[in-house]
């Protein structure tokens, strides 16, 4: 609390109410805090926060700037398709509605400063502005004069205002190569067992004690904690596990242990919502299956062409296309893996990925796969164009689309595997890779 | 008129009787027939049979969607109280910050969905809300695009549906964001118009609406078809939309094709953890397919059948191709047009009554073609001579016979379903299917010859021998429950009969034993009867006798299963006889499987490739008619350049080609094979070949290759 007297120039009532909103960051509020300085007082023009997912950047910083009754911006870069969007986001939440109508249609960014001056001539104030941009990173893929400016935003536009950027990534990956003015950085950094289970245990649930609330999420956490340090992932999972009936400790444990199991399986899956999750809760209990999340449908109903078409563009992607005579021709003579092929073909190709080829080869093969004639129909080429609008198959390059389109194959093994099985087809007999 | 000295231009104005005639359905119908009457006729029956099927198949469809679009409008619901209830509920305030996102797995066939989606979307805002919009992937090719299509849909459509002096205001506003469209506008958009909902306009929408549609109505976005989406787009939208989930109630429905790890392919962890994914999984799409056929084929309400050959062929593009249903449909409703526009007599082909007032109304035409079909002729055949001199002289008589048999062919319907199902009910559980796993296949098995001469349908009866007792009383009893529904007099019988034996199955076996002895007592008598015998004979009850020995031990319920079995087997031999005995089966059932084919399952390469090296089949014209493999010189140029191409390599010189084309064409032209000029190319001929070879390339054949100058690549192969 020391700390906190130092920043004068705020009610001590707000800053108590600020600092109880943020638990176990007192030391990253009192460092900005210290950073702003008082109201009037002119502030460092850029302050540059990174840390982890929900480490509490712009829950600190919006709940600062909102409690605190600065005058702020707050943008979304993910949101701004265009720089337009951000200047008129930045000039709506700093200078009211019609402000934005000043800005040109396309505005460049010196329009953006010309007009951040001539509203601030008009509605001066002596506070700090701030601005604060989320997910700054996007910043790097628009203008390149973007980011350098609004670094020294504040020598641009004379005013005393702040930039604040935040990201998940570090500074060294933003410093431009023209070099730019450096910010003052500020890391936040991931939350400790303890500070977890005391955030946690904040939100407790009405009609349990709060004791035994914070023993509930320390048997979460004990369980959790090795595997996932993510704050909303973790808040995800407790408000997904089905609550303890009431009880002490002990039984408390008996009672959650089967769930937190079953929980174990699917994190960050996020397979299943709380509903269906209880539902297959009560099912299992009667008769005891593997937890059924998304993943758990990965089953494709196709017809029984594109079965075959899907087959024919596997080996096309992962099989050589000298090795087609070996595996398609009926006379092929023996052909012996190690000499026949060349050195960077020996290689697994499944380690490879997915090679493209062309529709010649994936009918040549798909003709020899199936086990009746099949009559070249309009349909058998819909079904190749449907395949691709499903993203089983991916349609590659550019040039030359009608005559020679080519294909990737963009499935797993798995789920050939899979496929191959239902029409009874040994796909491994004709993989090269498992020769 | 217009034999004026002078060139110009002369405008006839149509006069107005010409100009009102457009051409109806009805008129492409009969176009072409000799007989109007009987076409119109055919026209309306075809009619009026088209638009029951389909209000058939539609509400068979709304109740197989029913379930999963009611489970999805209470997911919504609830979603809708939580967001509304705010903060209080614990469990609500945990999952503030995910979207509710329904995941709905509609099956691969994306045409299909379109319905699904329309219903669903028409149900929503029925009940839960007027917000609702569509995208789809095409529309969203960048984020922009994808908001602005969202906005447009919203604020334009409730613009005009609400009321009147809003349109001006409004759409003055679009217009002036557009250039800027965010989820801002959206926002403020959304506070205004729930404001007006609140202060309580009576909107004509806002009252038919209800009390139902609280203060903050959801907003519903449907992506359609989520593979085909630019997974980065949905990425940012999905994170844009999550910043403003405390001020607008976003809901998101997800149509899936393939399977619903599609999500996490297409999301990484960061965003898809913004969502509150839950599952609705649709009936499967052979399910679907085989409710339609249960519906519309396997009964007698409808007079038209198609016939084995012909359901083959649109089941087999069902399963092979699309798994489309609504592909299935189409088909039928081809091979109904197909039947009623071909056959003549398919005036007979409607409901019974109706039918019988037909067949007396029957023109001489008619009943000549009548005497014409082979199933009539068999049946002539069958009759004593004074009657078939009757049958072929009479025309009145045919009329009276055609009725009775009419009556007969729908008695045969009548009989026949009820018993297919028995059938299916009692084989779809044997190991391995002999008859079929669907009661399709069997039906189409029925349909082409006589099902009890399979060997299939003999080793289902053996499996059938070897059931256990429960089993067997319990696919009984489902026959029974079959047969209760069936109206025939036959079938009230068979019912009975059924019955009975079921009722026996009951019986504990002590008073069953009873009865055995009294049963057997009767088989002696029977054999001690026979006095004389021959040498054939008495082999003939030798064996019996050891049989009989054999089977002495039989407990009653085996006697009994051999007893049912074999009254289900006589009722199979007296009904389930394929449509080909009856007489005037042509005109309920349609079988021209190859039309059907040609015109669903269509092959344009080889229609190309027959046009290109043989041109006679399309253009009908002598000159051109050649032996096989040859093409005439008289031939359209594109032919003779495809046939010169043929007979080239992967590459082609077209120097070359372009010489052996001047030669082919000026022998066509009839010039002396000696004389100087003879094949020369002229201009004419130079541009002719080129205009013949881009042309070929234009179909794909050949395309121009940098691997050698003056050649052009050949896109197929294989020579002629």
Known sequence: ?????????????????????????????????????????????????????????????????????????????????????????????????????????????????????????????????????????????????LLPAFLRLQELVEDNVTVILLSEIVWDKFR????????????????????????????????????????????????????????????HLVSYTPLMKEGDTHKLWRNIEPHLKKAMQTVYLREVSSVQWEQQLQKEEKEAGAVRGLSAHAHVELPYYSKFLLIAAYLASYNPARTDKRFFLKHHGKIKKTNFLKKHEKTSNHLLGPKPFPLDRLLAIFYSVVDSRVAPTASVFCQISSLVTLQLLNQVGHDDQLDAPKYKCAVSLDFILAISRTVSFDMVKYLYDFL | MTSSVSKGCFVFKPSVKKRRKTPTVEDYFTHGSEDTENSKLRFRNCQTLWDQMKADTELLQDELNRKILDSLLAFIRKNVSTFQRGTDDWASRMRAHEIPTAALVLGVNVPDHDMTFQSLSDQLQQSVTPFVVSVQATECAA????????????????????????????????????????????????????????????????????????QHPPIVVIFKDLEAFNPRVLQDFILICSRYVEQLPLM???????????????????????LGIELFQSLSCTQHLASIIDKVILTYQFPFKPSGKVLQVLVSIFLYHDFSVRNFIKG??????????????????????EALVHATELSPRDVERLQQLPSFMRYVEEQGPQEQVELLTSDDHVKEVCQKLLKDLHKYHKNYYPILRCLHVLTASLPKYPLGKQIRELHICCLEKNVWE?????????????????????????????????????????????????????????????ENVAGEDLTSQGKGRQKKTDLFQLQKTLLEMKKSRRTKKMSHFEILRDQALEFIDSLVRSHLAPPESQPLYEVCYYSSSAVLRRHLNATPRTSIQTALSNPYHYLKNENLRAEDGTVSNAAPDICIVYKLHLE?????????????????????????????????????????????????????????????????????????
């Open chain 1, 1 to 145: 609390m020391a700390a906190q007297r130092q920043h004068q120039g705020y009610e001590d009532e707000k800053l108590q109410r600020v600092m109880e909103r943020l638990p176990c960051r007192d030391v990253q509020a009192s460092l900005l805090l210290a950073l702003m300085g008082e109201p009037e007082q002119c502030s460092y023009p850029s302050i540059f926060i990174y840390g982890h997912r929900a480490t509490g950047k712009s829950h600190v910083i919006h709940t600062l700037l909102k409690e605190l009754e600065l005058p702020y911006a707050t943008v979304s870069c993910v949101e701004c398709v265009s720089v337009g969007l951000l200047f008129e986001q930045v000039l709506l939440s700093l200078f009211g509605s019609d402000s934005a109508s000043l800005l040109s249609r396309s505005p460049s960014l010196s329009d953006f400063v010309r007009v951040y001056k001539q509203l601030c001539v008009q509605a001066s104030s002596k506070q700090t502005r701030y601005i604060v941009l989320d997910r700054a990173e996007l910043l790097r893929d628009m203008e390149a004069n």
């Open chain 1, 176 to 235: 431009p190569n023209t070099g730019c003015f450096e910010p003052l950085l500020l890391y936040f950094p991931d939350y400790s067992k303890g500070e977890l289970q005391q955030i946690l245990s904040e939100d407790s649930h009405p009609s349990y004690s709060p004791e035994l609330y914070s023993a509930f999420i320390n048997i979460l956490l004990g369980v959790f904690y090795s595997v996932c340090r993510d704050l909303r992932e973790l808040r």
């Open chain 2, 143 to 214: 984020l922009n695009h994808m908001i602005q299509r969202v906005l447009e849909r919203l604020m334009g459509t409730t613009v005009s549906v609400d009321d009147e002096e809003e349109p001006e205001r409004c759409s003055t506003n679009v217009n002036q964001k557009r250039v800027h469209c965010s989820l801002i506008t959206l926002c403020n958009w959304y506070k205004t118009v729930t404001k007006i909902a609140a202060s309580g306009t009576p909107g004509k929408k806002r009252t038919s609406v209800g009390k139902d549609m609280q």
């Open chain 2, 252 to 274: 998101f429905v997800f149509g899936i094709a393939t399977s619903p790890s599609t999500i996490q392919h297409m999301l990484p962890h960061s965003v898809s953890s913004l």
């Open chain 2, 332 to 353: 039928l409703q081809l091979a109904l047009l197909e039947h009623f526009h071909s056959q003549p007599l398919s005036v007979l082909c409607c409901k019974k009554e």
């Open chain 2, 454 to 514: 399979n060997e299939e349908y003999a080793s289902a009866m053996q499996l059938l021998r070897m059931m256990a007792k429960d089993e067997l009383t319990s696919a009984l009893q489902k026959c029974a429950e079959i047969l209760k529904h069936g109206k025939a007099k036959k079938m009230r019988a068979a019912l009975l009969q059924l019955d009975n034996l079921l009722a026996k199955f009951e019986q504990p076996d002590d008073v069953a034993a009873a």
């Open chain 2, 648 to 720: 080239c390599g992967r590459l082609i010189n077209l120097y070359d080609w372009l010489e052996a084309y001047a030669t082919v064409v000026s022998a066509a032209e009839g010039k002396d094979p000696d004389s100087a000029d003879f094949g020369k190319v002229d201009e004419l001929k130079h541009a002719r070949f080129i205009q013949a070879v881009s042309e070929l390339e234009f179909l794909g054949f050949i395309k121009s290759t940098k691997q050698k100058t003056d050649h052009v690549s050949r896109l197929t192969w294989g020579g002629c």
